[in-house]
């Protein structure tokens, strides 16, 4: 019977932070994976900001039609492999925070980036390094430097680029 594992993974809405997505699915062959890609957004202290503040805006703003397509073709491309995919913001920067999210969400596991940092959009996004380097979770460090590819500017690129990962 295959094992379902939640993973939950950084990214910065680049393509590029894509390529941690497909290197988790070839790290567990035999698991069904809950793929929650997740960004550090800080809200504001503001009454009135968090009254009308709305996850769904704030992802909306910051995924590219890019990003978007890419995230739908490792679906498509490991549908078996896939139980859900989504995507989700951390909007503290402390670790209680943090750790709560995890053990709330039921996650098996957190991917730290090691080597270049992620590029973040926006002065409210922040690096998840230090939560995930003292969470409570088990966590699995990736390179991500090896991982810098020029961005991409088609979706044919992008099906050459996934699709040649593809088992």
Do not use: W
């Not at 397509?69 to 951390?90: G, H």
């Not at 690096?127 to 390179?143: A, P």
Request: charged share 25%; aromatic share 8%.
């Amino acid at each position: 019977m295959e094992t379902v594992k939640k993973i939950v993974i950084p990214t910065d809405f680049s393509v590029k932070s894509l390529n941690l997505v497909v290197d988790v699915i070839k790290k567990y062959p035999s698991s069904v994976l809950d793929i929650v890609l997740v960004h550090g957004y800080e809200t504001s202290n503001s009454i009135s900001d968090l009254l009308f503040f709305s996850k769904g805006k704030v992802l909306e703003k910051l995924q590219t039609s890019e990003f978007k397509k890419s995230c739908k073709l490792i679906q498509n491309t490991y549908q078996s492999r896939i139980n859900s995919f989504k995507v989700d913001l951390i909007t503290g920067d402390c670790r209680r925070y943090f750790n709560n999210y995890i053990e709330i969400n039921a996650v098996d596991e957190v991917v730290l980036p090691v080597g270049n940092k992620m590029r973040l959009k926006g002065s409210q996004s922040f690096h998840l390094n230090h939560l995930i380097s003292h969470s409570k979770c088990s966590v699995l460090s990736l390179d991500y430097a090896h991982k810098l590819v020029l961005e991409l500017e088609n979706t044919e690129q992008l099906a050459n680029l996934f699709l040649s990962k593809a088992e």
